[in-house]
């Protein structure tokens, strides 16, 4: 786990890039970092690792304060993918990739076998790729080394910062699937760093949205996209729901007079909250076979609805394109 209480940096010039940033980062959670230009992503990332030192606060990973740690030991187990890709230009790619596997005293077949597999995933034939020079690379192919490299000595915590940003969208969604399949299975704890709001609700666990050096939300995707905390944070997801996802609520909101006949509903009629969303409402109906659901807030009652309000809410929302369900 990764920890940050109350940790602010403020550069030397007075620039205030991060403020009083305390959250938790889960072992084996991928967990974005998102926000404007200049909120102050990097500089998080940065303190991670130790490549900034924080002003203020504590940063600890698995309770132990990172300053208590080695700082080689610490650089080792954390990949870190550069927002600027930085290979050394005078280093083939294999021997690039091979720097921190070989600090590790990993065998040298194991660490070729290593680079295979990972050069394999990211779409680079090793054949091909391995002993070539950097130069020789599209800048996008150079930004895959950069994820293999940060991988390659299997590292704990892996880092990366706009990963993919100079990728096309065919690339860049299958790396995009790749790191969350390999996340699944390795289980490692990735802290990602991007400006697309998209790419983060594709493959986080839970985003945290940044605006000049502030938490302003963490949560998984889905709760940032039913309930964005203010304003900015809508404007920056984007209107993303879709119909299935609004609250039961909005359902009563639309048909004002079922709420007002609170008195017709029965009593022994299966109950849901009223702000679960409406896919969460159709599973009820489905599984209890029933054909009216109560919809409560706390203790009371607000209203009822029935299938068919769904029914009709749902053609009413779901935009039909040459009559078909877009
Ligand atoms: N070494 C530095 N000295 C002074 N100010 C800095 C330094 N590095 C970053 N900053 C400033 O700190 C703020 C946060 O920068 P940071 O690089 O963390 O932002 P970011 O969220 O990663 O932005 P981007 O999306 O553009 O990469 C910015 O105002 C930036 O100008
Ligand atoms: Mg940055």
């Given amino acids: 786990m990764i920890e940050f209480d109350h940790v602010s940096k403020t550069y030397k010039d007075g620039t205030k890039a991060v403020k009083d940033f305390s959250l938790q980062i889960n072992e084996g959670e991928l967990f974005t970092l998102i926000g404007p230009s200049g909120c102050g992503k990097t500089t998080t990332m940065k303190m991670i690792n130790r490549l900034v030192k924080p002003t203020d606060g504590t940063i600890k990973i698995a309770d132990k304060k990172i300053s208590d740690y080695d700082m080689h030991q610490l650089r080792w187990n954390i990949g870190y993918v550069l927002q600027q ?105 990735i802290v990602f760093v991007t400006h697309d709001m998209d790419e983060a609700l594709a493959i986080s666990d ?23 905390e203010n304003e900015f944070a809508r404007t920056f997801i984007g209107d993303k729901r879709s119909p299935w996802q609004e609250s039961v609520e909005t359902l009563l909101v639309h048909n004002e007079s079922r709420t007002n006949d609170r008195e017709g509903v029965e009593k022994e009629a299966i ?51 040459n009559g078909v369900m877009k």
């Avoid at 409402?281 to 299938?307: C, M, P």
Wanted: net charge neutral; with cysteine; proline share 5%.
């Fill in 85 to 189: 890709i930085a290979l050394f230009p005078h280093m083939t790619i294999e021997e690039n990739i091979s720097i921190v596997p070989e600090m590790k005293k990993w065998k040298k077949d194991e660490i070729k076998e290593r680079i295979k597999v990972l050069l394999d995933m990211v779409g680079l034939d090793p054949k091909q790729f391995m002993n070539r020079m950097p130069h020789e690379l599209s800048g996008g192919q150079q930004q895959r080394i950069g994820v293999v490299r940060a991988l390659a000595a299997d590292p704990d915590i892996i880092l990366m910062d706009e990963p993919f940003s100079a990728l096309d969208p065919i690339s860049r969604e299958q790396l995009q699937k790749d790191i969350q399949a390999l996340q699944k299975k390795i289980q490692k704890t």
């Fill in 206 to 228: 839970r985003i945290c949205l940044m605006k000049e050096g502030e938490i302003i939300q963490v949560g998984t995707p889905k709760q940032l996209i039913l309930h964005p």
């Fill in 271 to 321: 109950t849901i909250a009223h702000d679960q969303a409406v896919v969460e409402a159709v599973k009820l109906f489905e599984d209890n076979n029933t054909e009216l659901l109560r919809v409560v807030k706390g203790e009371q009652t607000i209203g009822e609805i029935s299938y068919r309000d769904i029914l009709r809410f749902l053609r009413k929302h779901i935009k039909l394109e």
